[in-house]
């Protein structure tokens, strides 16, 4: 069974950076796509970012290039580097992947 733990939110202002963590606990990391959603207040959820086993990156349109997914075969975890946050950004951010499974969330909050 995968479970997924997300880390590395928190607050910062707009133009400010975070990078968030997702640890695998499981089986078979390597084979799984995994992903990065978001949903903000009265929002719904929404993908922000995709990385498949072999690496290859997608991105929602609206990560414009700040973003940058990646993941860590020898760790079981996938990142996502967040630069240039706007408060549009705020929003808790799951990790998802190994079967459908999520993470719990972590708050991200950009405010000035």
């Known amino acids: 069974q995968v479970q997924l733990v997300e880390s590395g939110g928190g607050s910062v202002q707009p133009g400010g950076s975070l990078r968030l963590s997702c640890k695998f606990s499981?089986?078979?990391?390597?084979?799984?796509?995994m992903n990065w959603y978001r949903q903000g207040p009265g929002k719904q959820r929404e993908l922000v970012a995709e990385v498949s086993s072999g690496g290859r990156a997608y991105y929602g349109n609206f990560v414009k290039g700040r973003f940058s997914i990646s993941r860590d075969h020898a760790k079981n975890e996938v990142y996502l580097d967040m630069n240039s946050l706007e408060p549009e950004d705020t929003a808790v951010y799951y990790c998802?992947?190994?079967?459908?499974?999520w993470g719990q969330g972590t708050q991200v909050t950009v405010s000035s």
């Open positions: 998802h992947g190994g079967s459908n499974s």
């Open positions: 499981g089986s078979n990391f390597e084979r799984y796509t």
